[in-house]
């Protein structure tokens, strides 16, 4: 029978569940890693990890740039980033923001760049160009910038025996005990005879764990887990998904999907305060709006933009 939801997040953020066929690895999914037989909701265990480290990035881009070319305009885009960590120390308890790093790129189409002037102190700009022209292209290779930002801090705790929780997929696979953590579901993964499974799972469990992109350049483990039960939600309600390199042997794996589905549970949003509850964990939240604010005054960066630019280049309104 089917019924009619409302879902629980803020419009302006979409929906915790827009699949697309296109995303998904057809045909390179293997259901029978951990459970080669039908399947049932399995409880998470809480080991007692000490230490986990929460990593997220933000971005935001701060101007439109343009380079007055004899042959035409060549489009351009300048924005800052900003990775860290909240370091959750279970024994105390208590959790402390880390290792926040802010960059500053502007990225150029044609396969052409100009230097951006200094604005101001911590105003500098890298400057980087792409082949393309398309302005999605622009904003996907600065996107990539704060991926690979996200990834380095991540790896950098892992090596440290730091157990990491990074929010979004996980873009080094290397050996090392780090979750990506995804909380918006765009590809659908699970045949539906397994898929079945989740409507099933109560707070602090998960499905068997399944290889994405198995005979591919980038297989992993993941499994689904519930964070919450959400009065009047549906089945995918309050459910996430989680994924460690493959790169790590099975035990290893099904023991941090173990830990991630007792752990996380604990430090699930909430609804009254959080638009995206309860899957934007508490510290992931906290990071987000202390990284935002290290990017700076928007309206002010944008002012100092245009005056260095013209100041440099009286003649040359290079900034649009």
Same mark, same amino acid.
């Not at 986990?52 to 701060?62: L, N, T």
């Not at 996200?150 to 929010?167: C, H, I, R």
């Not at 609804?271 to 290290?294: D, G, H, M, S, Y």
């Given at each position: 029978?089917?019924?009619?939801?409302?879902?629980?997040?803020?419009?302006?953020?979409?929906?915790?569940?827009?699949?697309?066929?296109?995303?998904?690895?057809?045909?390179?999914?293997?259901?029978?890693?951990?459970?080669?037989?039908?399947?049932?909701?399995?409880?998470?265990?809480?080991?007692? &990890?000490?230490?986990?480290?929460?990593?997220?990035?933000?971005?935001?881009?701060?101007?439109?740039?343009?380079?007055?070319?004899?042959?035409?305009?060549?489009?351009?885009?300048?924005?800052?980033?900003?990775?860290?960590?909240?370091?959750?120390?279970?024994?105390?308890?208590?959790?402390?923001?880390?290792?926040?790093?802010?960059?500053?790129?502007?990225?150029?189409?044609?396969?052409?760049?100009?230097?951006?002037?200094?604005?101001?102190?911590?105003?500098?700009?890298?400057?980087?160009?792409?082949?393309?022209?398309?302005?999605?292209?622009?904003?996907?290779?600065?996107?990539?910038?704060?991926? $690979?930002?996200?990834?380095?801090?991540?790896?950098?705790?892992?090596?440290?025996?730091?157990?990491?929780?990074?929010?979004?997929?996980?873009?080094?696979?290397?050996?090392?005990? $780090?979750?990506?953590?995804? $909380?918006?579901?765009?590809?659908?993964?699970?045949?539906?005879?397994?898929?079945?499974?989740?409507?099933?799972?109560?707070?602090?469990?998960?499905?068997?764990?399944?290889? &994405?992109?198995?005979?591919?350049?980038?297989?992993?483990?993941?499994?689904?887990?519930?964070?919450?039960? &959400?009065?009047?939600?549906?089945?995918?309600?309050?459910?996430?998904?989680?994924?460690?390199?493959?790169?790590?042997?099975?035990?290893?794996?099904?023991?941090?999907?173990?830990?991630?589905?007792?752990?996380?549970?604990?430090?699930?949003?909430?609804?009254?305060?959080?638009?995206?509850?309860?899957?934007?964990?508490?510290?992931?939240?906290?990071?987000?709006?202390?990284? $935002?604010?290290?990017?700076?005054?928007?309206?002010? &960066?944008?002012?100092?933009?245009?005056?260095?630019?013209?100041?440099?280049?009286?003649?040359?309104?290079?900034?649009?």
């Amino acid at each position: 029978m089917s019924r009619l939801h409302v879902e629980g997040w803020a419009p302006e953020f979409g929906s915790p569940f827009e699949t697309d066929d296109s995303l998904a690895d057809d045909g390179k999914v293997d259901e029978a890693v951990e459970v080669d037989g039908p399947w049932s909701p399995i409880p998470g265990v809480d080991d007692g &990890i000490e230490v986990v480290a929460f990593v997220d990035g933000v971005q935001r881009v701060d101007a439109r740039l343009t380079i007055d070319e004899p042959e035409g305009p060549v489009p351009g885009i300048c924005g800052t980033l900003a990775v860290g960590a909240v370091c959750w120390d279970r024994t105390v308890p208590r959790s402390k923001i880390e290792r926040v790093r802010v960059e500053r790129l502007a990225v150029f189409g044609h396969g052409k760049a100009a230097p951006v002037p200094v604005a101001g102190p911590q105003l500098a700009y890298r400057s980087e160009s792409v082949p393309d022209v398309d302005p999605g292209a622009l904003v996907q290779r600065f996107h990539g910038a704060m991926r $690979k930002a996200e990834a380095v801090l991540s790896e950098e705790l892992a090596k440290q025996g730091t157990f990491v929780v990074a929010d979004g997929p996980i873009n080094d696979l290397s050996a090392t005990e $780090k979750v990506g953590y995804i $909380k918006t579901h765009r590809a659908p993964y699970l045949s539906p005879v397994a898929a079945g499974i989740i409507a099933r799972l109560r707070t602090g469990q998960r499905t068997p764990l399944f290889l &994405i992109g198995k005979g591919g350049a980038f297989p992993r483990y993941s499994w689904y887990f519930r964070l919450a039960e &959400i009065s009047g939600g549906h089945s995918w309600t309050g459910v996430v998904r989680a994924e460690v390199s493959s790169h790590v042997d099975l035990a290893t794996a099904r023991r941090v999907a173990d830990r991630t589905t007792a752990v996380l549970p604990l430090v699930a949003s909430q609804p009254q305060v959080e638009p995206r509850a309860p899957q934007n964990l508490v510290p992931i939240a906290a990071l987000e709006r202390e990284l $935002k604010r290290r990017l700076g005054d928007r309206t002010f &960066i944008h002012r100092a933009l245009r005056s260095a630019v013209m100041t440099a280049q009286p003649d040359l309104g290079a900034v649009s």
